[in-house]
């Protein structure tokens, strides 16, 4: 008998027919449609022509793609090309030491043929690529100095970056990477010249490991580039010269000079205070970034802002290209609308704001004072309280009646007796230990009232006494002692402070206010401000501003042209200094970027760097085109804004690793997301120490940034919600002070201060809730703090380029 085997449909979801309604409305017709069109009479709707039409939209839109990527290349190249183009910038850096640069420059001009003579060790090399039909202008930097390094990849076109097929790059090459990755790199080309050293077998790992490298650094980069190979060098010089330059964030709205020749001419004014003699800087070179207009001012990097005089033309001449016309053309002259070099408002004394009172206003707001605390003891002498026997008037005084707001049963009540009874009997011991010289002076014993006599809201009292200070000063220290072994790993409350014995409270924290919400508290932004504030400027709508000054359009000469600019009132220092410092450029400001604010930058930690960075350490910031020496503040960050209703910021003692933070520096204004490096000065002045890199946020002067600190104290005794404190004060007038600011605990209960006792600093605190003994109770008070004046950064001396020293030993 033959088997038959079972078999299955091959779905088990059954269908139904749809139902149909003659009365369907237009919503469920449209749902069902689902965004079906009718198909139109006459127009096929096979599949072949649909792909045909898809085929035709994709080859349009690649075609498209392909017309806006040649405009983009013609106008990034417009500046290049003609006769007259200008050369583009190429800045050599060599990352490992026994590399130089000239030598790297020789070998790219090599490999289109191109002649190498004449090619200074350091310096500016200018040379035409015929084959190419462009000129380049090799930037060949001082061995090992970073600022240089710096300068240079600021106004190039291209940077070099040479690596070693032997040797490692060092601390101070990783360095140079990190900070020219922060400030904004142009297009990046990666070479090796000694490639040939290593084995043949080895060569394809070593490029693979030089190029996994410099990814780390520049993502962008696809290749490294042996320059021992005459193919590789071609290539190299093919890509400097037909590509097209990368185009850095924060350079799309500045207008910069590569100064070609720099001279002075003394004039017969003196600077400061008669010590300088200054006179007028004519810096030639092309004009790059953008238009130039002769109402704005020029930046020179490490001396400050000049004014123009005036701008000359200054073609090339057929005979000497490196010669300057000084016959030139008039080009522009600033107009009486220019910009000044006034930077700070002037100081008003007598227009400040007098806000700490005289003693006459003082007088009747402290007999006000004196009038409430004797009404107060009056209050307090009428007022019943239980008192234990053998209690006399004095120590009565400092008896307080405790409320017990929360109604419990019957078996809470006999607690409350027990507890009654162990009072007494802790005051009759306390009473036994006072000496008897210490009761002479005191009254006679008062019969205590009968519960009758008492107010009914209060059914428990207690009686403070005051120990001896002896006892206080060993207990005092005790729990100082334990407090400090647990904040060394108590990182959640890290701004606790201990409050001063030898100065009242009241004195040490009286600039110090406390905030109910941190975040929704007012708090006025022009309330006790510095002197400071009198000189700087605020913008009413900084990003108004912004796009005003970004849209003006002037009459300026366009970028490409060779011009001479003529700057008055420049010291001679200056012309010394782009004998030594090189690159020499300079840089045109925009509207107010020479008026002084508080600048805010967003700032991250190097994690590279492990020592301490305090608030209001002296830092080296490089900002943009600006360098200069300033002493931050630092606030926390918030993404996204999160600053609440009130802008208020709470400080940080330590720029720390791992978070963003916000770095605020009275400094010139700037605009646009300039990048930022934070450098600490080291015993090499050519490497210092990378601490933070970031990009400028805003010049936001109503930005508060509150100090906090936190006021601590113990709980001496506690019955369940009210507790008696100690250690957070040490005087009855500081604890009146301080009552209208609310506490807080560890452990996440709210309370207030309600009275005073005794004269240690002691009081009696109701919370929210029920506290432990071992609970801590705090107080948080804030104070806003301001950032102090950056000053001018002075680069060390270099030596003259002509004497610089190449850095290479010559023996084997």
Request: proline content about 6%; glycine content about 6%; overall charge negative.
């Amino acid at each position: 008998m033959v088997e038959t085997q079972h078999h299955h449909r091959a779905t088990l979801k059954q269908q139904n027919k749809p139902f149909k309604s003659k009365h369907s409305t237009k919503g469920a017709i449209k749902t069902a449609a689902k965004g079906r069109t009718v198909r139109q009479h006459g127009k096929s709707t096979n599949a072949s022509s649909a792909a045909a039409q898809l085929k035709q939209n994709r080859k349009n839109a690649a075609r498209q793609i392909q017309k806006n990527k040649r405009s983009e290349l013609i106008s990034a190249t417009r500046l290049f090309s003609g006769r007259d183009g200008a050369a583009r910038v190429v800045a050599v850096v060599p990352l490992c030491e026994r590399l130089r640069a000239d030598e790297v420059a020789k070998s790219v001009v090599g490999g289109w043929g191109g002649e190498t003579e004449g090619c200074p060790k350091v310096g500016l090399w200018e040379t035409k690529a015929d084959r190419f039909k462009t000129s380049l202008q090799f930037l060949l930097l001082p061995y090992r100095q970073l600022y240089a390094a710096l300068d240079a990849c600021r106004v190039a076109d291209y940077v070099i970056f040479v690596l070693s097929a032997e040797t490692e790059v060092d601390s101070w090459g990783e360095l140079c990477l990190r900070c020219l990755q922060a400030q904004g790199l142009p297009e990046v080309v990666t070479v090796v010249p000694d490639l040939e050293e290593v084995p043949a077998k080895q060569r394809p790992d070593t490029v693979k490991s030089l190029l996994s490298f410099i990814q780390y650094f520049v993502p962008t980069q696809s290749r490294v580039f042996a320059l021992s190979q005459p193919s590789e060098a071609t290539n190299a010089a093919r890509a400097l010269c037909e590509g097209k330059p990368k185009d850095v964030a924060w350079r799309r709205d500045r207008t910069w000079v590569l100064a070609e020749d720099v001279r002075w001419d003394a004039g017969e004014g003196m600077s400061g205070e008669g010590e300088v003699v200054v006179g007028t800087l004519k810096v030639t070179g092309v004009i790059r970034g953008g238009s130039l207009s002769a109402n704005r001012l020029i930046h020179i990097p490490n001396f400050g802002d000049y004014q123009i005089e005036k701008i000359t033309s200054a073609p090339r001449s057929s005979g000497n290209t490196d010669g300057m016309e000084t016959s030139g053309e008039l080009l522009a002259e600033p107009s009486s609308d220019a910009d000044s070099l006034v930077s700070r408002n002037e100081l008003d004394d007598m227009m400040n704001e007098q806000t700490w009172p005289t003693e006459e206003e003082m007088r009747p707001g402290e007999e006000m004072q004196a009038e409430a605390e004797e009404d107060e003891e009056v209050v307090m002498a009428k007022k019943l309280k239980r008192l234990p026997k053998g209690t006399s008037s004095y120590q009565a005084a400092w008896i307080m009646d405790e409320e017990d707001e929360e109604e419990g049963d019957e078996s809470d009540e006999e607690d409350e007796r027990e507890d009654d009874e162990d009072h007494g009997a802790e005051n009759e011991e306390l009473m036994a230990s006072i000496p008897e010289r210490e009761l002479d002076g005191l009254d006679a014993p008062e019969e205590a009232p009968s519960v009758s006599g008492m107010d009914a809201s209060s059914r428990r009292s207690e009686v403070h006494f005051d120990l001896p200070m002896e006892e206080e000063e060993t207990q005092l220290m005790s729990y100082l002692d334990s407090r400090n072994r647990e904040n060394k790993d108590d990182l959640e409350f890290p701004d606790e402070v201990d409050t001063p014995r030898d100065i009242p409270a009241r004195t040490r924290f009286q600039r110090y206010r406390g905030l109910r919400s941190f975040r929704t508290s007012p708090w006025d932004p022009f309330e006790n401000l510095p002197v400071d504030y009198a000189r700087i400027f605020q913008f009413e709508d900084y990003a108004r501003t912004r796009r005003r000054v970004l849209r003006e359009d002037e009459d300026s000469i366009p970028e490409g042209k060779r011009v001479t600019l003529h700057l008055k009132n420049v010291p001679q220092a200056v012309l010394d200094a782009s004998k030594t410092n090189f690159p020499f450029a300079v840089f045109a400001l925009l509207k107010h970027e020479h008026k002084y604010s508080v600048l805010n930058f967003v700032v991250q930690r190097n994690t590279e760097y492990d020592d301490i960075v305090k608030s209001k350490d002296e830092l080296v910031v490089c900002a943009g085109p600006r360098r200069y020496t300033a002493k931050p503040v630092y606030s926390e960050y918030l993404r996204g804004g999160g600053k609440g209703s009130n802008n208020v910021h709470k400080s940080e003692r330590f720029l720390r690793h791992g978070s963003a933070s916000v770095a605020s520096v009275y400094a010139p204004i700037m605009f646009g997301k300039q990048p930022c490096l934070f450098l600490r000065e080291s015993e090499d002045p050519q490497e210092p120490f990378l601490v933070a890199t970031g990009t400028f946020m805003n010049p936001d002067t109503k930005r508060v940034v509150a100090k906090k600190i936190i006021l601590t104290g113990v709980p001496y005794k506690v019955h369940k919600r009210t507790a008696t404190i100690r250690y957070m004060f040490f005087n009855p007038e500081d604890i009146r002070y301080f009552a209208p600011i609310q506490l807080h605990t560890k452990h996440g209960r709210t309370g207030h201060i309600s009275e005073s006792l005794g004269t240690h600093g002691y009081f009696k605190a109701h919370f929210d809730g029920p506290i432990t003994q071992m609970d801590t109770i705090c107080m948080s008070l804030y104070k806003r703090i301001f950032p102090r004046w950056s000053e001018m950064w002075r680069e060390p001396s270099r030596p003259p380029l002509e004497a610089e020293d190449d850095g290479m030993d010559t023996d084997d």
